[in-house]
């Protein structure tokens, strides 16, 4: 038997309720607020979202997709758990993109993103590979203590790889004490401040080629198969 105020069966957001939240925010000139709610699947995919978008310590049973969508504030997924896979690609964030302690279950893969302010996946946990290629952020990359592992399942493997292939930012990036399983790519990144490495485990190459890194290269500790540069 449940304990007395145990929450039996909490109700599982659709996708209807999802856009009656977004309505509401946009008339009321809010945030759209789904933190800690459970949602079958998020499909924001090709639209325009007036607002702030919170999804603060939800937890997302299917996929979430915000490919080539505008959001005209911030996108937070802090602490949410995504059970499959996140989806970014081209979208384009006119605030912060705050991903920090996300849980991935699959792929996180934001190729051709676009965020006007910080980008933070800080002690996030993606199991299977990471996308940020051609990414551009205007203000600092944050991936301190990212763990990207390989996943296994019955169709085969995905390796653990991050790719920051062509990335394009006016600050840093770091991955300090970054955990990758399979290789890191910088390749043709440019970066106008430093890229932090400090302590980062990369258990295959560290790939650097064509990468214009304008305060330096912080290595300190860093772990990794080999470097090409």
């Known amino acids: 038997m449940p304990e007395s105020g145990e929450n039996i069966s909490q ?5 209807k309720d999802i856009e009656n939240e977004l309505e509401s925010a946009a008339e009321e000139g809010r945030l759209a607020d789904f933190s800690q709610q459970t949602i079958q699947e998020v499909n924001l995919s090709d639209r325009t979202i007036e607002t702030s978008v919170t999804f603060a310590g939800a937890k997302i049973l299917g996929p979430a997709f915000f490919s080539k969508t505008i959001i005209k504030g911030d996108l937070n997924l802090s602490s949410a758990i995504i059970n499959t896979s996140l989806y970014l690609g081209e979208a384009n964030i006119a605030g912060e993109l705050n991903c920090a302690q996300v849980s991935v279950g699959e792929v996180l893969n934001a190729v051709g993103i676009v965020v006007e302010k910080n980008l933070n996946l800080s002690e996030a ?12 952020v205007t203000g600092q990359i944050n991936c301190q203590k990212i763990v990207v592992q390989s996943s296994e399942s019955t169709i085969g ?3 653990g790889d991050a790719y920051f292939q062509e990335i394009k930012t006016r600050e840093s990036v770091s991955l300090e004490e970054a955990y990758i399983d399979g290789l890191l790519s910088f390749e043709k990144a ?3 401040g430093y890229l932090n490495l400090n302590n980062a485990v990369v258990n295959d190459f560290l790939l650097l080629k064509e990468a214009v890194i304008k305060e330096g290269l912080l290595e300190e500790g860093t772990e990794s198969k080999g470097k090409i540069s």
Not at 11 to 15: E, G, H, P, Y
Not at 128 to 134: H, I, R, W
């Open 125 to 136: 946990k993606i199991r299977g590979f990471l996308s940020l290629n051609k990414a551009v």
């Open 157 to 159: 493997v995905i390796r």
């Open 190 to 192: 440019r970066i106008k």
């Open 11 to 15: 109700k599982i957001l659709t996708s």
